[in-house]
């Protein structure tokens, strides 16, 4: 055969270049290895050709574009869409102008229809059951006629954005083309898959021994699905940056219903002990969570996403104001609950011995290794540098109070003493009072929602501080990117 003496490199056969320059060098490689018989399969599309003119004239419309199916024999057609439809705006329509299927409607007056000399006017009819014929209604008359499709364009009706493409009611997706059914990511971002922001999500849980206004955090301006709950007598409140009170200031009760601040739209719920607060924001503004105490708080849920770039600030001022101004878990003794196995009389609980000496604990498994720390470190909500303060055992796990020193990585805010809680009284690997640690914990809510601690796994990550620790970890979080 010809075609041995030039041989197509098998890899080019299955790679398809794009684009109008590519176009003769892909057909070439198309005909090769048809010919040399490595292909089969779809054909492959030509490039797009540029959109039309919008269908309308003022208003809202749609532009086509088209792209050809290049085949040879025995190839598939190609796959995908033939066609692609987007929204197209030009500038407003005039006040009173007729809309765009009035105008279709109204190109059949004066003339003979239906088959008499009888003429009509006609005007849409929006009763009928397909949104994207043209149906239009005899005036003065009580019957419609339909005269096939309205034009690419139409509206589906009156006040909606949905627009008739071939006979077919489409929606634009975020990125314009009608029917591509693209969203917006948490983060804003069309299409995106919610990796241009993060996501706050915390529990307020200061039992505040006073009642009065109490700070619970800074809502960042860029702030997006802001979501604030909780279920108690108490009462959310919302400020400003400059102080004035969007709802609940002053003492006084706003009632539930819809807010504008900081350049969104805030819906305010009550309901019995359950209150809520929603916005889509983004917010062009910071706005101050705060929480009214009238009874001690069982926890005001938080959640927002912020922009990448407005995270740090956050956790900047959030630890620099000390909120939330006490440890997650304020007592141990006023939130923890007994364990139910703990016998009433305080006899003989050999778990219980605080004064057990680490050594008496058994060896830990052995977790060094490149790839023990990129597991935990991708899989981490928090990897942090901090210096033990103290350690407390106790039947069933360990608390260690801390200091955090540096952040690789968070979900959320940390402040610089946290609890960080292992499992066990021995916990693995074990870290020591007054000594520094790279550790990678995880955030940790109890089911009833009464616990939101720092976790740290059996058998997790957690070494000795070091530099050659830390340029380790530094290389693990380029490869594991937040
Ligand atoms: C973004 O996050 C939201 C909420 O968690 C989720 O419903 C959605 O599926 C996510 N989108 C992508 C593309 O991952
Ligand atoms: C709450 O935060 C604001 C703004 O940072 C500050 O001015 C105010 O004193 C704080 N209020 C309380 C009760 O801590």
């Given at each position: 055969m010809a075609t041995r003496a030039h041989p197509v490199d098998p890899?080019?056969?299955?790679?398809?270049?794009r684009g109008a320059q590519n176009l003769r060098f892909s057909l070439w490689i198309l005909v090769s290895c048809v010919l040399g018989g490595a292909a089969q399969g779809p054909g492959e599309w030509a490039s797009w050709g540029s959109w039309s003119r919008c269908s309308s004239s003022c208003g809202r419309g749609v532009a086509v574009r088209s792209r050809r199916c290049v085949r040879l024999p025995g190839e598939d057609p190609c796959w995908g869409d033939s066609h692609e439809y987007r929204v197209c705006r030009l500038q407003d329509c005039p006040p009173g102008a007729?809309?765009?299927?009035?105008?279709?409607?109204a190109l059949y007056n004066?003339?003979?229809v239906l088959g008499t000399q009888k003429t009509y006017q006609w005007v849409p009819f929006h009763g009928a059951p397909n949104l994207c014929d043209l149906n239009c209604?005899?005036?003065?008359?009580?019957?419609?006629?339909?005269?096939?499709?309205?034009?690419?364009?139409?509206?589906?009706?009156?006040g909606t954005q949905d627009l008739c493409v071939a006979g077919r009611c489409l929606s634009a997706g975020c990125d314009g083309l009608l029917g591509s059914g693209t969203l917006e990511d948490r983060c804003g971002q069309c299409g995106g898959a919610n990796d241009s922001c993060l996501f706050v999500q915390r529990v307020f849980r200061d039992a505040g021994a006073f009642s009065g206004y109490w700070n619970v955090t800074l809502i960042p301006e860029g702030a997006r699905h802001i979501r604030v709950a909780h279920h108690s007598q108490n009462h959310l409140a919302l400020q400003r940056i400059d102080g004035r009170?969007?709802?609940n200031g002053d003492a006084e009760l706003s009632a539930p219903g819809t807010y504008e601040a900081a350049g969104t739209q805030l819906v305010y719920t009550r309901q019995g002990r359950q209150e809520t607060l929603r916005?889509?924001?983004?917010?062009?503004?910071?706005?101050?969570?705060?929480?009214?105490l009238l009874e001690p708080n069982p926890g005001v849920h938080f959640e927002f996403w912020l922009p990448r770039e407005r995270y740090g600030p956050f956790q900047a001022h959030a630890q620099a104001l000390g909120w939330l101004p006490r440890p997650r878990q304020p007592q141990p003794r006023e939130v923890e609950p007994q364990p139910a196995e703990t016998p009433l009389v305080p006899v003989a609980i050999p778990a219980q011995a605080p004064t057990l000496a680490p050594d008496s604990c058994p060896p830990c498994p052995d977790t060094r290794g490149r790839a023990h720390r990129l597991l935990h470190y991708c899989s981490s909500d928090f990897v942090f540098q901090a210096r033990v303060l103290d350690r407390h055992r106790q039947a069933q796990e360990t608390r260690y109070e801390v200091r955090v020193l540096l952040i690789y990585k968070n979900r959320s805010p940390?402040?610089?003493r946290e609890y960080v809680w292992a499992p066990g009284h021995c916990p693995c690997p074990p870290m020591a009072p007054h000594r520094e640690y790279l550790l990678a914990a995880r955030r940790h809510v109890s089911r009833d929602g009464t616990q939101d601690r720092l976790l740290l796994p059996h058998a997790g990550y957690t070494r000795p501080w070091t530099p050659a620790e830390d340029s380790r970890i530094r290389l693990a979080a380029r490869r594991c990117p937040v």
């Open positions: 890899h080019l056969c299955s790679r398809r270049p007729a809309s765009f299927r009035d105008l279709q409607c004066g003339h003979p209604l005899a005036e003065g008359h009580a019957f419609y006629h339909s005269f096939g499709r309205v034009l690419d364009g139409t509206p589906c009706s009156p009170y969007v709802l916005a889509v924001g983004p917010t062009s503004q910071g706005l101050l969570l705060q929480v009214l940390l402040r610089t």
